[in-house]
Each structure stands twice: as structure tokens, then as C-alpha cells.
């Protein structure tokens, strides 16, 4: 997920009682669930095909987010210690008290990250088997809404938090207005934003942070929950439908299927993309959960052969593909030019992202190979 939702979930929580812990308890949760993206710090020594290798790696595995979850709060706690002893005062924080704050947070970051297609890998550094919940959409503004109304209720007391909200508010609004061509119905979805911003402002300023406490933090969870519940029952019906339709195309092409996925749109449940692979191709087409999948939009890709394999298999120790063939979940590729003269480009992709020449991040990968017509004429 994206840090944003991290951080409110790791402001939610503190909110939610854990800040009582310990002095710094709350400042301890936003950096506890944000701590396993320390692994960004690969862009500094390296490029992007080494955090495409190194993200959501060892620093989100169960060993990784453990020892996380026990240095930050030593951190805390030991300059906690240093700042008392210049300043001739007891220390103030607990470390026991930090210890468990951290813990029960910094768990939330890899729940949270698995629910998306991107997927996690929850056991290196035995081993590199991906895992993918494939519920939420990697940013989910419904989340934001849940989330950081909890939160903007209960931390709201001065001018200074009140400008701060404010302007998050502006500028996720303006996000969401101007990435509309994402939203599948712009309108509605304006509407049902604005009405739970004014809401949210209602409450505010009724007093419900102080009224409720933190048991409109425990009520945000709670959304965020069946929230979760209802995206499920979507994702299962979406695969189902998904499935059925699978068998029909896959025999058509007398093909048997291997690996199948249904996947999340943003703030769409009521649409997925269902992408599946069979012995000779992988496939991606939508499902709508409510009246079936739109057929006539399959796309399909073959599977490498005669001299795509050959221009793959020229090229499949470079590192920016092996890496990418490690992350890609659905890999596909093409020629740019198949009946090309000298030299063409092996276009590889993820198809749960994007397509074969289509420039997406690390998604899509384009390399030079020379033609497999003229290496198989110069033998």
C-alpha cells in the first residue's frame, strides 16, 4: 500500500489506545508502520531494476519486520536515555511499553501490503515464493476516507493540526478530481467524497474526537474490516466468473490452464481484471462481478516460441531481465519487429499491469536483441 495509508493506519492505532503505552508511543506508530520501506534506500546505491529486486524483499519478511519492530523502539528508547542524561532528567519513555506498540503495528504493514497484487514474499530469506492477496488496489482512497477521518478526529486540537489536515485534504481531493479517468464513475465518486468530508467536518465540529475517543478509532478498523469482507465476497464471485469464462477460451484453443488470478481495480469493486496463463498463453480480460465479463475484450499472448524464445534466451541474463522475470507475476513479450533486418526489441511485460510495449515503470521492458533471422543465417 501506499505510505499514506500506512502512516494513518500507524496514527489510528495510537489513537486506539497504544499511545498510552509510553511517551513517543504515537510518533513510534507512524514510523513502525511505514519501517519496513527503509528498503527504498536501495535508489541510492543502486538503479530501479535493484529495488524491483530488493522491494517488499527482506525488510517486509517475518524476520525482517520483526527485527524492525525490535530496533526502532530501542532507537527511541536509547536517545530518549542520551537526551535525559544532558538534560539531567529520568528518562521518560518505557521501553516495554514502545516494545508492544511497535510489534502490533509494524505487523500491519506486510497485512496490509499482501492484500494487493504486488504481493509479498513473507519468508525469506529461505524462500522467494510470492504471496498475493489481491482484495485492495495498491491506493485505495475509500481507505483514506476511513482512516484518516479516525484520525483527523481524534488529533485535531490546534491551529497548526487544523491547517495540516486541511491541507491534505485539498491536495488528495485535487488528486482524485484530476485522476478521474482512473475512477470508473467520477461523479459518484465526487459525491460520495465530498459528503464524507462535510460529514467528517459536522462531526469535528460537534465534538465527537472528544466525546468518543478512541472508540472512533476502533470504529474505523472495524469499517476498514468489512470494507475487506465485502471485497472478498467480490474477488471470489470475480474469480468464479472468471474461471468459467477461463475454461471456454482455454478450450477453444484446445489449451490446459495453469496459475489464474483475479485482481482489483481502483475504487471499483464491482469490476476486476482476471488474467490466467495455460500451456501456450496467458490471457487478461475484466469481469464485472454483477453481469459477467466483457469477452470480447480478451487479450491474449502466446507463450515464447521459435524465435521470440530464441531472442528471450539471448537475452535472459541481462540483469534488468532476469530481475524482471523474477518479479513478474504473468510475464509476457513480443518483437517490436518481427520481420525485422538487422537488429529489433524484445518487449516484455507484466500483463497484470500493462502490455507489451506500453511504458509503465518497471512494469514494461523493452531490450535490443539482433534479429533471430540473421544470428540463425550467420551460423
Not at 491536495?171 to 482512473?182: E, F, H, I, P
Request: net charge positive.
Amino acid at each position: 500500500m501506499d505510505n499514506l495509508t500506512h502512516s494513518l493506519v500507524g496514527l489510528t492505532a495510537a489513537k486506539a489506545g497504544l499511545e498510552k503505552l509510553s511517551p513517543g508511543a504515537t510518533v513510534l506508530c507512524v514510523l513502525a508502520a511505514n519501517a519496513p520501506d527503509a528498503d527504498i534506500v536501495v535508489l541510492a546505491f543502486g538503479d530501479r531494476w535493484d529495488f524491483l529486486q530488493h522491494h517488499r524483499g527482506i525488510t517486509h519478511a517475518v524476520v525482517g519486520v520483526i527485527t524492525l519492530a525490535i530496533l526502532l523502539p530501542l532507537i527511541f528508547y536509547a536517545f530518549d536515555r542520551l537526551a535525559a542524561r544532558f538534560r539531567n532528567r529520568p528518562p521518560a519513555t518505557r521501553l516495554k511499553g514502545l516494545m508492544l506498540a511497535s510489534f502490533i503495528v509494524s505487523a500491519t504493514h506486510p497485512l496490509l501490503d499482501w492484500t494487493n497484487n504486488y504481493g509479498i514474499r513473507f519468508f525469506l530469506p529461505w524462500s522467494q515464493k510470492w504471496s498475493y492477496g489481491d482484495l485492495v488496489f495498491i491506493v485505495d482512497p475509500f481507505l483514506w476516507l476511513i482512516l484518516g477521518g479516525a484520525a483527523f478526529l481524534l488529533t485535531t486540537r490546534t491551529k497548526v493540526s487544523k491547517v495540516i489536515w486541511a491541507v491534505l485534504a485539498a491536495m488528495l481531493s485535487l488528486l482524485v478530481m484530476t485522476r478521474g479517468d482512473m475512477l470508473p464513475n467520477l461523479r459518484l465518486f465526487a459525491l460520495i467524497w465530498i459528503f464524507v468530508l462535510v460529514t467528517l467536518i459536522v462531526l469535528f465540529l460537534k465534538g465527537a474526537g472528544a466525546r468518543w475517543g478512541s472508540r472512533i478509532a476502533f470504529a474505523a478498523f472495524a469499517l476498514v474490516l468489512c470494507y475487506w469482507t465485502v471485497l472478498a465476497f467480490a474477488h471470489a464471485r470475480a474469480l468464479a466468473l472468471g474461471s468459467e469464462e477461463a475454461v471456454r477460451v482455454a478450450s477453444a484453443h484446445g489449451e490446459v490452464i495453469g496459475r489464474r488470478a483475479a485482481m482489483p481495480r481502483l475504487a471499483n469493486p464491482l469490476r476486476w481484471d482476471y488474467v490466467f496463463d495455460t500451456d501456450r498463453a496467458t490471457y487478461r480480460f475484466d469481469v464485472g462481478v454483477m453481469n459477467g465479463s466483457s469477452f470480447s475484450d480478451v487479450i491474449r499472448y502466446q507463450k515464447p516460441t521459435g524465435e521470440t524464445k530464441a531472442a528471450l534466451d539471448s537475452i535472459s541474463q541481462q540483469k534488468p531481465v532476469r530481475v524482471f522475470l523474477g518479479f513478474a507475476r504473468f510475464p509476457v513479450l513480443q518483437l517490436s519487429d518481427p520481420d525485422c533486418v538487422t537488429r529489433t526489441l524484445v518487449q516484455l511485460a507484466d500483463l497484470r499491469y500493462t502490455e507489451p510495449g506500453s511504458s509503465r515503470g518497471n512494469f514494461s521492458l523493452e531490450v535490443p536483441v539482433d534479429c533471430p533471422t540473421n544470428e540463425q543465417s550467420g551460423k
